[in-house]
């Protein structure tokens, strides 16, 4: 189990079978569970799946990584109205992270933000955060649009 007990606090944790046991394991505590709406429910499955692949697929070699992915891959997709996701299988390529498409009249790479592109990113002038004129510079050069929140 994550942990042996729960401490009295605020939380945001679906019930899962782990929790479940938690909670009978503390009679003592008085829990709090709501109903999630759909969106609630789509986005709390989503950040449950992320974390719980986030924690598993370290775990597991680069191979069975791969293997693993495509079989969840394989169960969404045989679900009615899913069949759509199996061409979303990942490839075994030596490359597989696509970074960069350029016009044929280009032939330097744009700069890449230090920043992932696919991660959003709270820069603060912290000492150890990049340095916001670059990353926005850098981006700037091959978006096609721009979302800032000053």
């Known amino acids: 189990m994550e942990n042996a007990s729960l401490k009295p606090g605020l939380y945001e944790r679906l019930l899962d079978e782990e929790l479940s046991e938690l909670l009978k394991a503390c009679p003592e505590l008085v829990p709090t569970l709501e109903k999630l709406d759909d969106e609630g429910e789509t986005a709390y499955f989503s950040q449950f799946l992320g974390r719980l692949m986030r924690e598993v697929l370290p775990q597991a070699g680069h191979r069975h ?4 992915v495509n079989r969840l891959i394989e169960l ?3 679900e009615e109205g899913l069949d759509y996701t199996r061409c979303r299988r990942l490839l075994a390529a030596p490359k597989t992270l696509l970074t960069q498409v350029r016009p044929p009249d280009r032939s330097d790479p744009w700069p890449h933000p230090e920043t992932p592109l696919s991660i ?3 820069l603060t002038g912290a000492a150890d955060d990049p340095p916001l004129e670059r990353e926005i510079r850098s981006e700037l050069q091959s978006c096609d649009r721009v979302d800032i929140l000053v």
Do not use: G, I, N
């Open 65 to 68: 990584r791969l293997e693993l």
């Open 76 to 78: 969404l997709a045989a």
């Open 120 to 122: 959003s990113s709270l």
